[in-house]
């Protein structure tokens, strides 16, 4: 499985990114997704997940009222809106799928090549 992530950048404190995973040509529908990140001297941590046909979602605390996970299966995309971006919010992030998580904070089964999310105070 192939995921590609794109949208990273550089962005002041306050700001908002929105970053986009493409997923498998026309089978996006069969996995959940999520989205992690691993910020410089960290351990990765999840950000946030979402059911195969969009109907439940999951965020970290960190991230809770600012950012919004959601996908468009019919263009086979994963999107994760950020607002409100601060300078802790600077990380890799990347997405992931599974057909069948056991848990929404992991294993995933494949995962992108992550984005640099940049936050500049």
């Known amino acids: 499985v192939q995921l590609q992530a794109s949208g990273g950048g550089l962005v002041q404190a306050g700001g908002s990114l929105r970053l986009s995973c493409a997923g498998p040509?026309?089978?996006?529908?069969?996995?959940?997704a999520g989205w992690f990140r691993q910020a410089p001297g960290k351990e990765r941590e999840f950000v946030a997940a979402?059911?195969?046909?969009?109907?439940?979602?999951i965020y970290a605390d960190a991230v809770k009222g600012r950012f919004t996970i959601s996908r468009d299966n019919a263009k086979n995309t994963l999107y994760l809106q950020m607002n409100s971006l601060q300078p802790e919010d600077t990380a890799v992030y990347y997405c992931?799928?599974?057909?069948?998580?056991?848990?929404?904070?992991?294993?995933?089964?494949?995962w992108g090549q992550g984005t640099l999310v940049t936050v500049s105070s």
């Open positions: 040509r026309g089978t996006l529908s069969l996995y959940d």
């Open positions: 992931a799928v599974d057909r069948r998580v056991s848990s929404w904070y992991g294993p995933y089964g494949a």
């Open positions: 979402i059911s195969r046909n969009g109907g439940f979602t």
